[in-house]
């Protein structure tokens, strides 16, 4: 079982306001990542991290930004939510190498007024 | 971007039935994946594949990595109600940045 937290679990947040979504894991992993997922859909991959200092946007732009100070934490942060924000945010790890398997965390369900 | 193409979409069985998913992609990975996800819960990983050719159980499950490195499948035997939630291959490319293409997903409904 994966050691991978994400808080808050829901959030509802009027227009405009900063947001900050927490990631965190016990395994040490290096590699960490962030995905944005409407209800039933396929996962898209927003960012990603390699290792401490290293942040990398994904595949579908996303106006967020990600932080990667400590191996074991990965905040993404929103400066001004708007409603097309509205998604579920995944965040996963891996320990990386050649074959990788991910873990995900629960997820935060994220809805902006 | 990378695709993989998951079927079926969808799926609604009565309890007891088989189920059989797949994934087909013209690209070549180096790692299959299969997770199932839950309404408002995060994927959780359920079988992993590392070798073409390999085919893996758990419990009911039972999945293989396909020899051309291009497809897998999925099977779970004798479902049962808690089966019911939505299943997503994901693959990791053999070459380029080591990140996972996620398919589509199959959403599994099962009548008692």
């Known amino acids: 079982e994966a050691d991978i937290y994400q808080t808050p679990r829901y959030l509802v947040i009027g227009t405009g306001k900063k947001i900050t979504l927490e990631c965190s894991q016990t395994m040490g992993h290096d590699k960490m990542y962030w995905y944005q997922q409407d209800p039933g859909m396929e996962l898209h991959l927003i960012h990603y991290s390699y290792g401490v200092n290293s942040t990398e946007k994904g595949d579908l732009s996303s106006e967020s930004t990600v932080s990667r100070i400590r191996t074991e934490h990965f905040p993404l942060t929103l400066e001004s939510a708007r409603p097309s924000h509205t998604s579920q945010y995944l965040c996963?790890?891996?320990?990386?190498?050649?074959?990788?398997?991910?873990?995900f965390g629960p997820g935060t369900r994220l809805l902006v007024l | 971007g990378q695709q993989l193409n998951q079927s079926p979409q969808s799926m609604f069985i009565q309890e007891g039935e088989d189920v059989s998913m797949n994934c087909t992609s013209s690209?070549?990975?180096?790692?299959w994946l299969w997770y199932k996800q839950e309404p408002g819960e995060g994927p959780v990983l359920l079988i992993a594949?590392?070798?073409?050719?390999e085919l893996t159980s758990n419990g009911r499950l039972t999945a293989q990595f396909g020899i051309t490195r291009k497809d897998s499948f999925l099977n779970i035997s004798a479902s049962i109600p808690s089966d019911v939630g939505i299943y997503f291959c994901?693959?990791?490319?053999?070459?380029?940045?080591?990140?996972?293409?996620f398919g589509q997903g199959t959403r599994l409904t099962i009548n008692p």
């Open positions: 996963a790890s891996s320990v990386g190498g050649v074959q990788e398997t991910q873990y």
């Open positions: 594949l590392y070798k073409a050719g």
């Open positions: 994901a693959g990791q490319l053999i070459q380029g940045a080591q990140k996972l293409v």
């Open positions: 690209s070549i990975f180096n790692t």
